[in-house]
């Protein structure tokens, strides 16, 4: 299994980005994917998951409404839509997948997932 992550570089506060995971070697219908980050110094946090078979989707309260996580099954690409950014939200970002469904409450912590991409760095600026 492979995930590679993309789109992440330099944006002034208040813009936006797009985060993109290739996913290969994985049914894509038969796990949860997700996007997370670390800043330095900061422990790894769960920002937006998704089962893409049915769609549930869980976001953390620090970018509930300003991020969106998509799944294109067809292509085994999860996207991470971010605007209103801030200079907290400058990070690495990783994208994750599961080998299997979780439950909800566990949908967003790093130990429910198996794979990890490689992380694409998000500067936002002030």
């Known amino acids: 299994v492979q995930l590679q992550a993309s789109g992440g570089g330099l944006v002034q506060a208040g813009g936006s980005l797009r985060l993109s995971c290739a996913v290969s070697?994985?049914?894509?219908?038969?796990?949860?994917i997700a996007w997370f980050r670390q800043a330095p110094g900061k422990e790894r946090e769960g920002v937006a998951c998704i089962v893409s078979d049915n769609d549930d989707t869980v976001y953390s309260d620090s970018v509930k409404g300003r991020f969106t996580i998509a799944s294109d099954n067809a292509k085994n690409t999860i996207y991470l839509q971010m605007t209103s950014l801030k200079p907290d939200d400058t990070a690495v970002y990783y994208c994750a997948a599961s080998s299997g469904f979780p439950i909800v409450s566990t949908m967003c912590l790093p130990q429910t997932y198996d794979y990890w991409g490689q992380g694409t760095l998000v500067t936002v600026s002030s």
């Open positions: 070697g994985l049914t894509f219908g038969n796990s949860a």
